[in-house]
């Protein structure tokens, strides 16, 4: 009789939701909280504090240590030493920019704390052989693939202009889209890189719109995007179509300059209306809480932070555990399915789907591959209004 007792109260105890046997993780998080990134990096912070939400409803208690690096790689290798040693947190999510990114990845070979990247996409980030380091994000190659792809698929442009911010990010994409290009057989006929914050962009624009491109290549943060289209209304430049390469283009801020914004496509890695599981319910649990659509950014941390949270607390806090979890694991959320792989000489990088968006009266809408289509896009460009 009293073993039956002891059977049937073990059997009450494993039938107990997760949640009465909350596993604790220490998770670290660097991010652009403040600086001429933060827009962006807002993002982020929603995006990490949805999952937190989700992850205490699985039972996973995380003690998250944020960090601030402003932007600057020397503030973001900081936060990375005191986490991985001060802090001993099990792994870390983050940082957003590809300068920063690149400049902490080596600190996790160092310290042998697990990295996971949420967003950075400068190429070479995870071409150095480094067993730590991990991204989800996809790379600049592939911004700039899914959208020459996209334009070689609604029209035949023959040549294509480059302008793009001379940081990590900029250089990457802007030498990803040439490379591309090339391949498609559409030629490069001007190439201008200008430094982050300029005040005016009206003579670099003036020379692309001599050399009349057929497209026009962007890469930039928020206010760049901005001022690079407003000023290329006022001088007239009108191609088949505008491609901006993610980051300011695809941001909430950017489609609300109706002005300049419409028409105007960008690759992304995630949209509020694509068929990956929870990504609907995600877009709406932003909405409703934040009180303003997510951008790819803050689905990208999101699943980053579940990612590395779970299986952390899966791995007991083990940072070696926890290295070879994530190098063997495979993921199916809201950003469709993660694996970190080895290919084309890139390690422990997640082959991601990207897709195209199209600013249409002020929304984003997905119009790139067409298994992912919510609208038709507009091409050629329709002109300014």
């Not at 990803?176 to 006929?189: E, L």
């Not at 928020?222 to 001088?235: F, G, H, K, T, Y």
Request: aromatic share 10%.
């Amino acid at each position: 009789m009293f073993g039956k007792i002891q059977a049937t109260a073990l059997a009450l105890i494993l039938a107990l939701p997760v949640a009465a046997h909350a596993a604790k993780v220490k998770i670290g998080f660097v991010n652009s909280i403040t600086g001429p990134e933060a827009p962006i990096g807002e993002n982020l912070t929603n995006g990490v504090t949805l999952a937190l939400e989700d992850l205490k409803k699985k039972g996973i208690d995380v003690e998250l240590v944020r960090e601030d690096d402003t932007g600057k790689p020397e503030k973001s290798m900081a936060a990375f030493e005191k986490m991985a040693t001060r802090d001993k947190v099990a792994g870390i999510v983050g940082p957003y920019s590809s300068k920063c990114a690149n400049a902490i990845a080596k600190l996790a070979e160092k310290y042998k704390t697990p990295l996971l990247i949420p967003v950075a996409s400068k190429e070479e980030i995870t071409r150095q052989n480094l067993k730590w380091t991990f991204r989800l994000s996809a790379t600049t190659y592939d911004y700039a693939t899914i959208l020459l792809d996209m334009a070689t698929s609604l029209g035949r442009p023959k040549t294509i202009a480059i302008i793009n911010e001379n940081t990590d990010f900029g250089t990457s994409g802007a030498k990803s889209a040439k490379d591309y290009a090339g391949k498609k057989g559409i030629r490069v006929v001007a190439e201008e890189a200008y430094a982050p914050g300029s005040p005016d962009y009206r003579s670099t624009l003036t020379k692309i719109k001599s050399k009349n491109p057929d497209l026009v290549f962007m890469v930039s943060y928020v206010a760049d995007a901005i001022l690079l289209m407003r000023q290329s209304r006022e001088i007239g430049l009108t191609p088949q179509a505008f491609l901006g390469a993610g980051a300011g283009f695809a941001t909430v801020a950017f489609a609300k300059e109706r002005a300049i914004s419409n028409g105007v496509f960008s690759s992304t890695q995630w949209t509020g209306d694509v068929n990956w599981p929870g990504a609907k319910d995600f877009n709406k649990r932003y909405i409703a809480k934040f009180g303003k659509e997510p951008t790819y950014h803050a689905a990208t941390a999101y699943e980053s932070m579940m990612i590395m949270a779970e299986t952390a607390a899966k791995a007991g806090d083990n940072r070696e555990k926890l290295r070879l979890a994530l190098k063997s694991g495979s993921w199916n959320g809201i950003m469709g399915e993660v694996k970190f792989a080895d290919y084309e000489g890139y390690t422990n990088q997640n082959k991601h789907q990207m897709l195209v968006e199209q600013i249409q009266n002020g929304a984003h809408q997905t119009v790139y591959p067409p298994k992912y289509v919510s609208k038709k896009p507009v091409y050629p460009f329709p002109g300014w209004k």
